[in-house]
């Protein structure tokens, strides 16, 4: 499962660059990375070089996209596609303001580049 986390994560940078090659900013704009894998974190944080080829490979890619500082964690109670994986019904999903709003933190003003503990 982290693997396919991580490759979530590559999937993630990638359409982050072709999105900011196409839409025209007129001012600095940082993206953020939100996961809710704690291992896949660790990985992206951490040296690639500690990693065997598969998940060194990637996390290169990766920091090679972005910078290792952008990504945050998200826990799994706040991140819509944990909501929609674990199956709930319409009428739970029409009036949920998870699915509606996103999760609160994304709402604030200066919403945190974290929301839980770093240690993996």
């Known amino acids: 499962m982290p693997r396919l ?3 979530g994560a590559l999937l993630a940078a990638r ?18 990375f939100w996961a809710d894998s704690k291992i896949t ?18 996390v290169t ?6 910078d290792a500082s ?7 109670k706040q991140n819509l596609a944990d909501f929609l994986s674990r199956g709930v019904s319409v009428e739970i999903l029409l009036n ?3 699915w509606w709003k996103g999760p609160q933190f994304l ?10 503990n ?3």
């Open 5 to 7: 986390e991580l490759l």
């Open 15 to 32: 359409l982050a660059r072709e999105v900011k090659a196409i839409v025209d900013l007129k001012r600095p704009s940082k993206v953020f």
């Open 41 to 58: 974190l660790h990985w992206i944080k951490g040296s690639s070089k500690r990693w065997k080829s598969f998940v060194c490979n990637r």
């Open 61 to 66: 890619e990766i920091k090679s996209l972005c």
């Open 70 to 76: 952008t990504w945050a964690h998200c826990p799994g």
């Open 96 to 98: 949920s303001d998870l």
């Open 107 to 116: 709402r604030e003003v200066d919403f945190p580049t974290d929301t839980g």
């Open 118 to 120: 770093d240690d993996t």
